[in-house]
Nanobody
Framework: QVQLVESGGGLVQAEGSLRLSCAAS????????MGWFRQGPGKEREFVGA????????NYPDFVKGRFTISRDNAKKMVYLQMNSLKPEDTAVYYC????????????????WGQGTQVTVSS
């Protein structure tokens, strides 16, 4: 089992920044991918980005490229989502996720989830 706990959400003005953190515990290993997803009101959960525990390679969807950055601290078992130039449409609950193997943008393929943290961007 893998346990994930997110933190760092809050209210921010448009064009502002936030950094979300995800603390991982349990049976994590370098064979896992760590991802961030978000879910806005009435919307399906969508992929925000992912990072490999082993080599730190990252993947992002086009709508966050250049604004969001994922990083990790293997020793602390922490994953971070740095969000810059935030827009009101980024408002959502943000979730940290983990899965064995390579990442996928399909949230249904991820095995472990945190409880989520709310991010609200005001205009």
């Amino acid at each position: 089992q893998v346990q994930l706990v997110e933190s760092g959400g809050g209210l921010v003005q448009a064009e502002g920044s936030l950094r979300l953190s995800c603390a991982a515990s349990g049976r994590t290993s370098s064979s896992y991918a760590m991802g961030w997803f978000r879910q806005g009101p009435g919307k399906e959960r969508e992929f925000v980005g992912a990072i490999s525990w082993s080599d730190g390679s990252t993947n992002y969807p086009d709508f966050v490229k250049g604004r969001f950055t994922i990083s990790r601290d293997n020793a602390k078992k922490m994953v971070y989502l740095q969000m810059n130039s935030l827009k009101p449409e980024d408002t959502a609950v943000y979730y940290c996720a983990a899965k064995f193997g390579v990442y996928t943008g399909n949230y249904k393929s991820w095995s472990y989830w945190g409880q989520g943290t709310q991010v609200t961007v005001s205009s």
